[in-house]
């Protein structure tokens, strides 16, 4: 079975500072997606972005950014010019390449912006 | 943008009812699906649906869940004996590709007594 694992509960960073969000996960497919999610207070969960495993060019969206090391098995995510609105539960999540669509998601990290 | 639309936001159940939670998807997606998510733990997928049948569940959805899409627009779960563990933020998405981008409702918190 996959697994996600997200090792920093929570986090905080400066306003307008780059802060990077770790995830590892555990699979034995070589075809899979990775997303991270964001859940802010209001719960609902929006996607941030989402990277496929068969690319080797690191997906980006704004100022959201991931580093994925396919042979380490690791999804950072990388957030520049923090803006209080960033502040939320970042999910890291997997899903696989065939024969599933359901999502495995980590724990969570909780980040804080601070003004 | 558009929206997954949940209903109720919340819902308070006594244990043993049966409770059903309600969602409105994307008009044209295609797969859809329930997650939960107990206070403090990580989101669950509980099943997803396509072609009005269900295409995967998961050890969590047993006998007492069910799913249906009634009317083409619709998307409901049903509870049928409520348990305290049942309670959790239910949300609902919806897809127009599998693995694209999923859209999450905001969610129905149920709260079983």
């Known amino acids: 079975a996959q697994t996600v694992t997200q090792s920093q509960p929570e986090m905080s960073v400066q306003e307008a500072e780059t802060v990077t969000l770790s995830c590892t996960y555990d699979t034995s497919e070589s075809d899979y997606y990775l997303f991270w999610y964001k859940q802010p207070p209001s719960r609902q969960m929006i996607l941030v972005i989402r990277?496929?495993?068969?690319?080797?060019q690191n997906a980006t969206e704004n100022r959201f950014s991931v580093n994925f090391q396919k042979a380490a098995k690791s999804f950072s995510l990388k957030i520049s010019d923090s803006q209080l609105g960033d502040a939320a539960m970042y999910f890291c999540?997997?899903?696989?390449?065939?024969?599933?669509?359901?999502?495995?998601f980590g724990k969570g990290t909780k980040l804080s912006v601070i003004p | 943008e558009p929206e997954v639309t949940q209903t109720p936001s919340h819902q308070v159940t006594q244990m043993g009812q049966e409770v059903i939670l309600r969602c409105v998807p994307i008009?044209?997606?295609?797969?859809f699906y329930w997650y939960r998510q107990i206070l403090g733990q990580k989101v669950e997928f509980l099943v997803s649906?396509?072609?009005?049948?269900?295409?995967?569940k998961s050890e969590i959805f047993d006998d007492q869940f069910s799913v249906e899409r009634p009317d083409g627009s619709n998307f409901t779960l049903k509870i049928r004996s409520t348990k305290l563990e049942d309670s959790a933020m239910y949300f609902c998405?919806?897809?127009?590709?599998?693995?694209?981008?999923?859209?999450f409702g905001s969610g129905t918190q149920l709260s079983v007594l």
């Open positions: 999540a997997y899903m696989r390449g065939a024969g599933s669509y359901q999502l495995t």
């Open positions: 649906f396509y072609n009005n049948e269900i295409s995967e």
């Open positions: 990277q496929e495993a068969y690319k080797q």
């Open positions: 008009s044209n997606h295609l797969y």
């Open positions: 998405a919806s897809a127009f590709a599998p693995r694209g981008k999923l859209f």
